[in-house]
């Protein structure tokens, strides 16, 4: 009886104090914004038992892939640095594309092959940006083998990018876009009808609360946070598979998938409640950024996924994903908005202009 009680109370407290720091905001959009928080929450937490679950599926064979080259969003920390860590072990060349590229001969030297590391400036909020790290790997390398789209954000305030674009879904979904229909032309070259070149969207858990604001995919409207980072990871997972039917239907020898690395303890929490709150929960039963990166080596180079583009991966098996995402016409919908906002005809996505 008393434990009911104390709940109730405690209940009613954070409910009182949630209307209280959000009493000017509408009414439905304080409830709107509760259903994605607790969704997320859901998300996260059906994220803990599927790595628990499954820990003992997260095995990968590193090959041997000398001579073939590798291009990587982020990385100078998180689950890019373990994921380069690995491309370099396979003895590849690998491309990364970071914000500070000055950090990258430091993480070089911490690498096996590290020699065979390059980097280039790349701020995925900016399309400008992205056009320039683009051709600065093509003036170096005309046929690619792996594209890794890892770098990503998590929350934070309302911004648009130089562009106009939301900030989020600028930097983990239309930063990324671009920078496919810019190296798909040399991907199609690196690949083979035998052993397809691979491009990889590191996706998340957190699309399966997640929809598309089509009327409104900058959330000028309404602007919530969670909300935010749930579509640009969804809309990651969609483009995978629409750019993989797209693929196949013109007979081009590239694969696309999406992958959720897990819950992995990183900097993408930084400022989160969870982070500040629980901090050593964090450490003890999320993932280890090395953790993380063996589904993401798993979608490179496993020999069994040369037949499933279009797959979303989740400790190294197909995960379930959200129905929404599947739906061809979503799918298209989003790609014809994506194309938009790049500024790039439909048909002319990754072809050689
Ligand atoms: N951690 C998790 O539990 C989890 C779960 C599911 C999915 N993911 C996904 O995994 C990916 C990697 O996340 P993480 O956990 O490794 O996070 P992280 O440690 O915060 O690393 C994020 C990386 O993205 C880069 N980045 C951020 N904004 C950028 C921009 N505008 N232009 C270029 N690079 C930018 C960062 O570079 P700077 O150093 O310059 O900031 C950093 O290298 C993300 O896509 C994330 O959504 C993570």
């Known amino acids: 009886m008393s434990v009911a009680i104390a709940s109730a109370v405690i209940l009613t407290t954070a409910a009182a104090y949630y209307w209280f720091i959000n009493r000017h905001k509408p009414l439905k959009h304080i409830l709107s914004e509760l259903k994605h928080t607790i969704d997320m929450q859901g998300a996260g937490v059906g994220g803990l038992i599927d790595d628990w679950v499954n820990v003992w599926r997260n095995k990968v064979v590193l090959p041997d892939a000398s001579g073939k080259i590798a ?16 491309l370099l072990k396979a003895n590849m060349t690998v491309i990364i594309g970071i914000r500070r590229p000055e950090l990258a001969q430091k993480l070089s030297q911490t690498m096996e092959n590290g020699q065979n590391l390059t980097a280039f400036q790349l701020d995925l909020q900016s399309l400008k940006s992205v056009k320039q790290f683009a051709e600065n790997v093509l003036r170096k390398h005309l046929a690619i083998h792996i594209l890794v789209n890892n770098a990503g954000i998590m929350f934070g305030d309302y911004k648009l990018t130089e562009d106009g674009i939301e900030n989020q879904l600028s930097t983990n979904h239309i930063g ?37 604001y089509f009327e409104d995919i900058n959330m000028k409207e309404h602007y919530d946070t969670t909300a935010a980072y749930a579509q640009s990871k969804l809309a990651q997972l969609m483009s995978a598979r629409y750019v993989n039917r797209l693929l196949e239907q013109e007979g081009s020898p590239v694969k696309c998938f999406a992958v959720h ?11 989160t ?8 929960a964090m450490k003890l039963f999320f993932k280890t950024p090395a953790k993380g990166a063996i589904s993401i080596h798993y979608a490179c180079f496993n020999k069994d996924l040369e037949q499933k583009g279009g797959l979303y991966i989740s400790n190294c098996v197909e ?12 799918q298209k919908k989003l790609f014809d908005i994506s194309c938009e906002l790049i500024g ?10």
């Open 71 to 86: 291009v990587v969003t982020g990385g100078a920390r998180g689950i890019g640095t373990e994921v380069i860590r690995g």
């Open 273 to 280: 409640l969870f982070r500040t709150v629980f901090p050593w």
């Open 176 to 212: 990324h876009f671009y920078l496919t229909h810019l190296l798909l032309p040399a991907l199609k070259k690196g690949g083979t009808f035998e052993e397809p070149a691979r491009v990889v969207n590191v996706t998340s858990c957190a699309h399966h609360p997640g929809k598309i």
């Open 344 to 353: 790039v005809e439909p048909n002319k996505f990754g072809k050689d202009i």
């Open 261 to 271: 690395p897990g819950i992995v303890n990183t900097d993408l929490f930084n400022g």
């Open 319 to 330: 995960g379930i994903s959200n129905g929404f995402s599947k739906n061809v016409e979503n």
